[in-house]
């Protein structure tokens, strides 16, 4: 048995800081937890799928740079000729990338709450990770002290999830314009529930040279494929090439995406099936007693429970077969608050059940 000194002595102290991502154990539960499109395809798609996976060359390498997908990726988000495209393996490689090229002593800013992978990546590499909280009443843009941040810490990178995870709001864009205008460094606009919000960055790449702009197609309902990309100047994705492993997008992915996006109308359908659904959850919750929904612009909804009540509410829902996210032990304004991912109709219907008969209990 390892000796724990040789532990610490072999991995560096952020990593020893460090406790695992840890994804709960979904089986058996109807899994409304990690903001996954309920939706498969059909039979007839599935066979043309696998018609298109027949003749893929898996004794071969995969094209190192995704040549074909990276022009599809391009036309189907209509981005300029004047930008390029980086795939990762998920937005969490991309976002390991952009941190891995950072001078040691640099500083990343973000907003506190927001996605864990931003602080996570940042502290196990060492550099100086600030949170900059949002406004308690709205979970909007605290922008003065943003702006303050930005000029106390100079970060090399700012991440703004757009809209944001796991509060789902959708920041004021002119208050992220200031924060790319104040800023020395990257931003970065990572737009994973973009599908789901009807707004989007991506337009404005040409406008701000320190600008990029992230996505994922786990949302639309490929989560599987882990794919994510993200798009700015040849300058600065050229730095991010450096350092990507090669062939990091294997054959299948690569495939099957080129293939899910030249089908895109399956997943427009979807979109609009789980927004509306989204609406009719947000309703009642917010007819239940000592439930507070926010407006969400993503395909979850977070919303707060009575006063110290939210993990044993969390629990009661779970004893019944549901599984949602207990963002409560994070605390600070997500204190009191649970997740639910938007389902198909009947899973949403049994979660609002379960729901209601927890907070009867």
Not at 14 to 29: D, R
Not at 156 to 162: K, Q
Not at 253 to 259: A, G, I, K, L, Y
């Amino acid at each position: 048995m390892l000796e724990n000194n040789f532990i610490t002595h072999i991995f560096r102290p952020e990593v020893l800081a460090l406790s695992a991502y840890h994804v709960a154990n979904a089986a058996g539960f109807i899994k409304l937890d990690a903001m996954e499109n309920p939706y498969s395809w059909s039979e007839e798609i599935k066979q043309q799928w696998l018609a298109a996976l027949k003749d893929c060359a898996l004794n071969r390498y995969p094209d190192p740079e995704a040549r074909q997908l990276n022009a599809t990726i391009k036309r189907v988000n209509n981005i300029s000729d004047e930008f390029e495209v980086l795939l990762g393996n998920g937005s969490d490689e991309i976002i390991q990338l952009l941190l891995m090229a950072l001078p040691p002593t640099a500083s990343v800013l973000s907003t506190t709450p927001s996605f864990v992978m931003y602080k996570q990546i940042s502290d196990c590499l060492g550099l100086r990770y600030h949170g900059v909280p949002l406004l308690a009443d709205s979970f909007d843009l605290d922008l003065p002290a943003m702006l303050a941040a930005i000029n106390e810490h100079q970060p090399s990178v700012i991440f703004l999830a757009y809209p944001n995870n796991p509060t789902s709001t959708l920041f004021n864009d002119a208050a992220i314009i200031k924060i790319i205008e104040a800023a020395n460094g990257l931003v970065v606009i990572d737009e994973a529930y973009a599908p789901f919000a009807d707004a989007s960055f991506m337009n404005r790449l040409g406008q701000y040279d320190n600008l990029l702009v992230m996505r994922t197609v786990s949302k639309l309902g490929l989560a599987g494929l882990r794919l994510g990309y993200i798009a700015g100047l040849p300058a600065i994705i050229e730095q991010l090439h450096k350092i990507r492993l090669p062939y990091n997008i294997n054959v299948l992915t690569q495939v099957s995406v080129e293939f899910a996006l030249s089908n895109h109308e399956i997943f427009d359908q979807q979109t609009q099936a789980i927004c509306s659904e989204r609406a009719r959850v947000f309703q009642h919750l917010n007819e239940l007693d000592g439930i507070t929904a926010y407006a969400s612009a993503a395909n979850f909804i977070l919303f707060k429970t009575p006063k110290d009540q939210a993990t044993a509410i969390f629990l009661a829902i779970k004893q019944q077969g549901v599984l949602i996210k207990n963002m409560s032990p994070q605390a600070g304004l997500l204190t009191d608050c649970l997740r639910v991912t938007i389902g198909q109709p009947e899973e949403n219907t049994a979660f609002l059940a379960a729901l209601q008969k927890s907070l009867a209990l």
